[in-house]
């Protein structure tokens, strides 16, 4: 799997407010000198902002001959030191009709998109908690050229009053069977709704698996509900490469 030596960089953009956000970029160093494109994902982030976690996830991607962009979803220099800081900031992004988000992902895209080596009529994008709503937010506005968005024990809730037609990209939830902060109504509804919208959908419980349950360091949180599982984890990103290769391809 680690056949490509990687490069990475800061990656600066704004959204369409002029808001700053910083990411950071890791792909394939042969692209560099090459005229090829490969395909890009978007890795977005958890409820404290990205931090070494997804940054790693995306080197992980660039291994595999992605170009990986961990995403900055908060704006730049915009970080909470406590949990209840990080909740403070993604509140609001979470309330209401949720277009605020959906412009600050738009912006990512386009980031990614942008750059000389990626080939943007093949998008993925993945994301871990509130980073899995994210992902899935951007299939459900039907983001230019995505084809695949992977949730990592998002949250399911719809966009609220949205009528947006059938949905383009493919989507795969992983989602902790033992998990209480994502309850069964949400499941179903989230069911219902990729049905409507005629998605490629699917959807995957690990047994016994909490919340945030692909996170190493998500027994330190001391939050009930929420903890590390090795197996779950590593299950769900094999799985999330087949599909991005399939989807990608």
């Not at 080939?119 to 230019?144: Q, S």
């Not at 996170?215 to 590593?234: I, N, S, T, W």
């Amino acid at each position: 799997s680690n056949k490509y030596n990687i490069s990475q960089k800061s990656l600066e953009y704004k959204d369409a407010s002029g808001k700053n956000f910083e990411g950071f970029v890791f792909y394939p160093s042969d692209l560099e000198s090459s005229n090829s494109t490969r395909p890009g994902i978007l890795v977005l982030h958890a409820f404290q902002g990205c931090t070494e976690f997804e940054q790693e996830q995306a080197e992980k991607l660039a291994k595999l001959g992605y170009v990986a962009l961990a995403a900055d979803v908060y704006g730049k220099e915009v970080r909470g030191t406590t949990k209840e800081e990080c909740f403070g900031i993604m509140r609001p992004l979470v309330d209401g009709d949720r277009s605020d988000l959906g412009g600050r992902l738009l912006a990512a895209r386009n980031a990614l998109a942008a750059l000389a080596f990626v080939d943007e009529t093949k998008i993925g994008a993945m994301g871990y908690c509130f980073g899995g709503l994210c992902a899935l937010d951007m299939a459900r506005r039907n983001a230019p050229g995505l084809k695949a968005a992977v949730s990592f024990h998002g949250t399911l809730k719809p966009i609220p009053d949205t009528h947006l037609g059938v949905m383009e990209a493919a989507v795969q939830v992983h989602n902790g069977q033992a998990d209480p902060h994502i309850g069964k109504d949400q499941i179903t509804g989230f069911y219902n709704e990729m049905n409507e919208r005629k998605a490629d959908w699917q959807f995957i419980e690990h047994g016994f698996a909490l919340h945030a349950f692909t996170e190493p360091l998500a027994d330190k949180m001391g939050v009930p509900g929420v903890g590390y599982q090795k197996k779950a984890a590593e299950r769900s990103w094999k799985m999330m490469e087949g599909f991005m290769e399939e989807q990608l391809a």
